[in-house]
């Protein structure tokens, strides 16, 4: 529509930004998340540029620069005062209402105003919400800000696979693939990231990664917490898309991947790609869906609402490593904990010589991987009891990562910290989140009623059995 196509050149090898503009600097997410992040990378020498937060409020620069203190204390201990001096007077705002011109023209301005270059590079980030990202979009394009430019959406991208292509086909009309990062911060989490090192970086594990010593993994997402204060947001969306998706299926890619031709972000990504292609649309009869009690009264939740607050599928990967080894993965609200732990089942051995303890046959070898909120590995296996005869005992074999290496750094810091550089490794790729909305679509929507499930327990009691208890 008139706009200036991207130019080429801007694909490739990454360009690092001139200019951060963050949308939504006055919203939640900034708030609690992007500007502590964001201190922490002008700690560490990460942040130099300048920061033009766009939002529509009746704040001025100074008042966004007192928020953004607030912000971070609010969030880090050990706020050092010359580097917070310094991050707030990277600061600045340019108020208004993103459905009008006028602000971009100014918003344009106060970039070339800022930025040291002549012809800046910008990295926009967009922590607005998704019906927004095409509107933003666009205006960029209209002041010219797509052309040297990232374009950074947060989440949700679509709300099932038809959505997320029209909106990608809206931002495409502006930007390159290369240009536009896609947010999932289970990707900037270190843990998740480590699946890669642990598997590709040692010969311990890989060798048993496979139908032939994998029985089943069970992967289990807890948030101790309900939907408090998002109940307009939760209803519309549910687990299924809030977290199973985007967050579980990229972890479930790093964890079942082939190993990836070298480290670089495209071939991460091929794998991922690959792996995820290979999954097989999930089956709803071999779904629970749950909802706990209390939830229709939270504000925001619409009267007789079904969507889920918990689920539990099983996935299956049609490929040749996989086929046979069922993934299941159970995510909720309101659970007993809050915890990330993938579970990896290793089959029997061929012939039981030994019993277990009270004569029981001894358990399969276990590998529990916990992503969250601490980062352990657990290796279950045998040993034998002290004493007479051959009594085969489960010992575990534990470490705890963040003793031995220090603690890792917040999602959000990777996430900003990679888009100014402009790696793309930690962003999900279209063709990805394309597979991902394919193998949930069955499970999308579903308008029989769920379980109910008492808060505070591991869900409705149809998934007894099949996921194994934690702790
Ligand atoms: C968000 C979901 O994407 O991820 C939330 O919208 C969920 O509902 C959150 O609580 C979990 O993220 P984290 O990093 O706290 O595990």
Not at 93 to 109: C, H, I, N, P
Request: overall charge negative; charged content about 25%.
């Amino acid at each position: 529509e008139g706009m200036t196509p991207p130019a080429a050149g801007t694909a490739g090898s990454p360009v690092p930004g001139d200019v951060l503009v963050l949308f939504g600097i006055s919203g939640d997410l900034a708030h609690k998340k992007i500007l502590p992040a964001l201190y922490r990378l002008a700690e560490r020498g990460e942040l130099t540029v300048p920061v033009v937060g766009v939002a529509l409020t009746d704040w001025d620069t100074d008042a966004l620069r007192s928020h953004a203190a607030d912000a971070v204390r609010e969030v880090i201990d050990d706020v050092d005062d010359d580097v917070l001096q310094r991050f707030q007077g990277l600061l600045t705002l340019v108020a208004g209402d993103y459905s009008d011109t006028a602000t971009f023209s100014r918003l344009a301005e106060e970039v070339r105003a800022r930025a040291d270059a002549t012809d800046p590079f910008v990295v926009h980030y967009l922590a607005v919400p998704p019906s927004l990202f095409g509107t933003v979009a666009d205006a960029l394009a209209s002041v010219d800000l797509n052309q040297r430019a990232r374009l950074v959406v947060e989440k949700p991208f679509g709300h099932d696979l038809a959505s997320a292509r029209a909106l990608n086909t809206e931002l495409a009309r502006n930007y390159t693939e290369d240009q536009v990062f896609r947010v999932d911060h289970y990707l900037g989490k270190e843990s998740v990231e480590d699946l890669l090192v642990l598997r590709f970086g040692n010969t311990l594990l890989e060798p048993l990664w496979n139908r032939t010593w994998m029985d089943r993994v069970e992967i289990t997402m807890a948030e101790d917490f309900d939907v408090a204060d998002r109940g307009s947001f939760y209803d519309a969306v549910g687990t299924v898309r809030d977290v199973v998706q985007n967050h579980l299926l990229q972890v479930l890619a790093y964890l079942m991947m082939e190993a990836p031709r070298s480290d670089a972000a495209d071939d991460q990504r091929d794998a991922k790609h690959a792996l995820l292609s290979c999954v097989r649309a999930i089956d709803p009869d071999e779904t629970v869906r749950g909802q706990y009690e209390g939830y229709l009264g939270v504000a925001g939740v619409k009267p007789g609402s079904t969507t889920e607050t918990f689920v539990s599928v099983v996935l299956h990967i049609d490929d040749w490593r996989w086929t046979g080894v069922p993934v299941h993965i159970r995510a909720g609200k309101a659970m007993p904990e809050t915890l990330l732990e993938i579970d990896v089942v290793l089959q029997a051995p061929p012939r039981p010589l030994f019993t277990g303890a009270d004569d029981a046959v001894p358990p399969a070898n276990r590998i529990r991987i916990r992503l969250q909120p601490d980062s352990r590995i657990t290796f279950s296996v045998l040993a034998k009891r002290p004493g007479a005869g051959d009594v085969a005992e489960e010992v575990p074999i534990v470490v705890d990562l963040r003793q031995v290496l220090g603690l890792a750094h917040e999602p959000y810091e990777r996430i900003f910290g990679d888009a100014l550089v402009g790696d793309p490794a930690h962003f999900a790729r279209f063709d990805t989140l394309e597979e991902a909305w394919r193998i949930v679509a069955p499970i999308l929507d579903a308008t029989t009623t769920p379980a109910p499930y008492a808060k505070g327990t591991w869900g409705p009691t149809a998934t007894d059995g099949t996921t194994a208890s934690t702790g």
